[in-house]
């Protein structure tokens, strides 16, 4: 369907895309990840043509799209800051794009109440878009952007501009709407739990590059650098440097993996320790990695409580079942399995 | 908490007399000279036509000045809001160049442009080789429209460039996302989103076209007579004050009626929702037709905005006379020689206007203005700011002096204070009052905002660590409003310098003010009258150019003054 290939960009005579490719197969949600400044925003908008790349091309279904004004890509594209427009009622922002498709009139009015109805809100036909609340403006751009049936849909961070709690709540109808729609979706996010709660596939964007693609779960499990890693919020990243295909050194001492290494010996990288991994406590397990630590805080998380450790000069963030008084020496391990080491880049 | 109610009201007294006396008071005396009239002669002592024709006129140079004026100033509002190109920011600050001009300095220069002494018919005459100036622009309608769009496009350029570029513009994108052609997109959404504030801007120039005086005075001569130049007619030719009391109801009552007119299409309808708070990117022009758009815009508004001024100034160093003996030979030169005359002290017939006098009379003028103005446009603003409940009924009250015309205002000191105490004086303190009346309204939207912007918890913080309502004052109030006082006093200092509508009635000939001298010498004949208004509209010029660069340089931000 969608394909993009090698799509260059500069932004104020800085590179801010450097060669992206990738591509969106029919009925397809794929998340686009990354911090803000990364370039999310201005790809969606060359695929949206409403910018142009400095190089690359641009495909629907191998036809390249290019040259063809935005208005003829048949694309919809829902803003962040909704962009509903102010002078116009609930129902006539809906109608928009059916209305500049040239459908009759009599087919609008029902693909409108249908929308509204879809976003249970049959009883804002008239109202003024200046005002709605945030939470239903989200619903009014995301009706309006599907209403004229777009071949492909992008999102740019829909839920940025809401709440907390609010957006745990709209990510559930999205997750929904989304899916029944049945489009291919380019949905641009730098949260990632909205990704992993809606991607079918992730993409990485750091620095103009796309630096992992994948399954979320594939990208949660097997990140494939120090900045995925810590982009995700994964865990502790521990400067380190490859002794031998299995052996790292670290300022926590020499550490052994169970995994061979696919990095260059002695070349720089980032241990991943994942806090949920973490061995505490005051038994003395035997094994290479073992660490003697101090508490340094403990915080309660729900579930778990997040404890702060002090290992020589480090401090680790490991999770623990039970409240550990501060200033408490204790034992801490990792299994070997459980050590990553990763890339810096 | 009585103790500071007291004090609010002392703040109201001060301006409230001020404006009662020498504003409503002399409108009062208007009012009653007509209706008075009325009395005596009925409704005899005029004919429609008298009002009829003034009016009529004021409306039509008024539609026809303000159509010309979109005409280059919604292209060239488009021009800053969407193009980068070399040069921008100069032209931009060019086009700020109208505001700071007084209306004589405007008018002399558009005469050395357009007159029969201009550089067009002298280039004319040189290039076809004729003895006197074929075309006679000066005295028409067409040097009217000329002066009013070089004044009033950068109102639009400002007032609808500014809702240009804050014009979200993902309203545009979304619609094109969603089928709109770029012709769709702008007519369905930008358009519409837009037009409270092309509406807004155009009223405006309407109203500073409808009021226009001294441009009208100077370029229109007796037969294009608009309403204020019919009420200076009445007044100062044919003494016929009645006559000149019932155009100023008239005026006033449409001032009114556009302003209020204006006050409502422009009231932004949309709230803060269609406008973004980033700044739309520019682009530089790409296609030929950008580029060819840029290119002729920039060259159209340079030769509006320069040429009169560059007309002006060269023509002030220029000598043009007809040499002895010869017909058609003419003698030119530099010479430094208006300059010059300006300041000998000559003494002559009554009607000789003395130059340095009228220098020296208008510099005190300013200096007494900028004080008062000052002083009364900060305890407006402080009172406007704190009135609480008052504020409805008090408000008006101080708001409406700001939309009256200085030479309403004029007339109105004419027949009140034309009497001792206020003649037999020393010193004439009324032109510096009237010029007060004439800065006020700028005074008070430069410091009102100011006073608006403080937040009361900072005035809270100090009171609550201990500070005397007049210790606020001075610790948190005073300092941050020091630049907006600055600037007030630079701006009232400058419309004082220039001011010609209320001074034109007041200034007799023992004190004559740098405006209404350049006026006389023009309306003379002869080379050296015409070189020395040209050599003083130059200066005239300078100096508020020098006032207003330092407006420019402590101006804060987010200020707007129309």
């Keep these: 369907m969608l394909r993009v290939e090698e799509i260059y960009k500069d932004y104020d005579g800085k590179p801010l895309l450097r060669g992206i490719t990738f591509e969106v197969r029919q009925g397809e949600l794929v998340c686009l990840l990354g911090s803000s400044g990364s370039g999310k925003s201005t790809l969606l908008r060359i695929i949206a043509g409403l910018e142009d790349p400095k190089s690359g091309k641009v495909y629907w279904n191998g036809e390249d799209i290019n040259q063809k004004p935005t208005h003829e890509r048949g694309f919809g594209l829902m803003f962040q800051d909704y962009a509903l427009f102010p002078h116009r009622s609930v129902a006539e922002n809906i109608a928009f794009g059916l209305r500049m498709a040239r459908r009759p009139k009599s087919e609008i009015d029902i693909l409108v109440s249908r929308a509204l109805e879809s976003i249970h809100m049959q009883d804002f036909t008239a109202r003024p878009v200046t005002e709605l609340s945030g939470g239903e403006q989200q619903r009014v751009a995301l009706a309006r952007a599907l209403a004229p049936d777009p071949r492909l849909l992008m999102l740019d961070e829909p839920l940025g501009a809401l709440d907390h709690s609010l957006r745990t709540e709209l990510l559930k109808d999205l997750r929904k709407s989304l899916h029944d729609s049945q489009k291919p979706v380019i949905y641009v996010t730098h949260d990632q739990e909205e990704a992993f709660a809606l991607a079918d596939r992730l993409l990485l964007l750091n620095d103009g590059l796309l630096v992992q693609e994948g399954a979320p779960e594939t990208v949660f499990k097997l990140p494939a650098n120090a900045w995925v890693a810590s982009f995700l919020g994964l865990g502790n990243l521990l400067p380190g440097k490859v002794i031998d295909a299995d052996r790292v050194e670290t300022e926590l001492g020499l550490l052994e993996l169970q995994t061979q290494l696919e990095i260059e010996i002695s070349s720089d990288c980032m241990l991943l320790l994942r806090p949920e991994d973490a061995l505490l406590g005051e038994e003395t397990t035997q094994s290479a990695h073992h660490l003697r630590a101090v508490v340094r805080d403990s915080v309660f998380q729900g579930e778990y409580y997040r404890v702060e450790v002090l290992v020589g000069d480090t401090l680790l963030q490991v999770n623990s079942q039970h409240d550990i008084e501060i200033g408490q020496p204790v034992h801490l391990d990792w299994r070997q399995d459980t050590l990553q080491c990763l890339p810096l880049s | ?562």
């Design chain 2, 1 to 562: 908490m009585k103790h500071a109610r007291s004090r609010t009201w002392l703040l109201w007294l001060i301006p409230l007399a001020f404006l009662l006396y020498f504003f409503y008071q002399p409108l009062l005396a208007i009012f009653r000279q007509v209706f008075s009239e009325r009395f005596n002669q009925g409704w005899q002592f005029f004919t429609w036509s008298q009002i009829t024709r003034p009016l009529l006129f004021t409306l039509w140079q008024a539609f026809l000045s303000t159509l010309l004026t979109l005409l280059i100033g919604l292209p060239a509002a488009w021009l800053f809001s969407h193009f980068d190109f070399p040069g921008r920011k100069s032209l931009r600050t060019l086009s700020l160049l109208p505001f700071i001009l007084p209306t004589v300095v405007v008018a002399t220069a558009f005469n050395t442009l357009v007159g029969p002494r201009g550089w067009l018919n002298l280039i004319l005459m040189d290039l076809i080789n004729l003895s006197s100036p074929p075309l006679n622009l000066l005295n028409s309608l067409p040097a009217i429209l000329l002066a009013h769009v070089f004044y009033n496009t950068s109102i639009i350029i400002r007032m609808v460039g500014n809702s240009l570029t804050r014009l979200n513009p993902h309203y545009e994108e979304a619609a094109r996302v969603l089928n709109a052609s770029p012709w769709q997109a702008f007519r369905e959404v930008s358009l519409p989103l837009l037009l409270p504030s092309i509406l807004g801007a155009s009223l405006l120039v309407f109203l500073f076209d409808f009021t226009s005086f001294g441009v009208v005075l100077m370029l229109g001569g007796p037969q294009y007579a608009t309403l204020e130049v019919e009420i200076y007619t009445q007044a100062m030719s044919r003494f016929n004050l009645p006559m000149a009391g019932l155009l100023s109801v008239m005026q006033l009552a449409f001032t009114l009626l556009i302003t209020l007119l204006q006050n409502r299409v422009s009231s932004p309808r949309y709230g803060k929702a269609a406008l973004s708070s980033e700044r739309k990117t520019l682009r530089r022009p790409v296609s030929r037709g950008q580029k060819a758009f840029v290119i002729l815009m920039s060259l159209l508004l340079l030769i509006l905005f320069v040429s009169p001024v560059l007309s002006l100034v060269s023509r002030s160093f220029v000598t043009f006379e007809a040499a002895r003996g010869e017909r058609g030979e003419f003698e030119t030169g530099f010479t430094t020689r208006y300059y010059r005359e300006l300041f000998q002290n000559r003494t002559g017939s009554i009607f000789y206007t003395n130059p340095l006098a009228a220098i020296r009379n208008s510099l005190v003028y300013s200096v007494i203005t900028m004080l008062v103005a000052t002083t009364m446009g900060f305890l407006t603003a402080y009172a406007l700011s704190r009135a609480g409940r008052f504020r409805r009924w008090l408000e008006p009250l101080f708001m409406l002096p700001l939309g009256a015309s200085a030479v309403i205002l004029g007339l109105g000191f004419l027949i009140t204070f034309n009497r001792p105490p206020w003649t037999s004086g020393p010193f004439p303190v009324l032109i510096p009052i009237a010029h007060s009346l004439v800065a006020l309204p700028f005074v008070v939207r430069t410091i009102l905002p100011a006073i608006q912007g403080i937040p009361n918890s900072l005035r809270e913080v100090a009171r609550v660590m201990g500070a005397k309502p007049w210790r606020v004052f001075y610790e948190v109030d005073l300092p941050i409003l020091l630049r907006a006082v600055i600037v007030s006093l630079a701006f009232s200092f400058t419309i004082s310098l220039g001011e010609f509508g209320a001074s034109s009635f007041l200034a007799n000939a023992r004190t004559p003010t740098i405006p209404v001298t350049i006026f006389r010498y023009i309306s003379q004949p002869g080379a050296l009258n015409y070189g020395q208004a040209l050599a003083m509209s130059t200066l005239l010029m300078i100096t508020s150019a020098a006032g207003s660069l330092l407006i420019e340089k402590i101006r804060l931000p987010g200020e707007e003054l129309f």
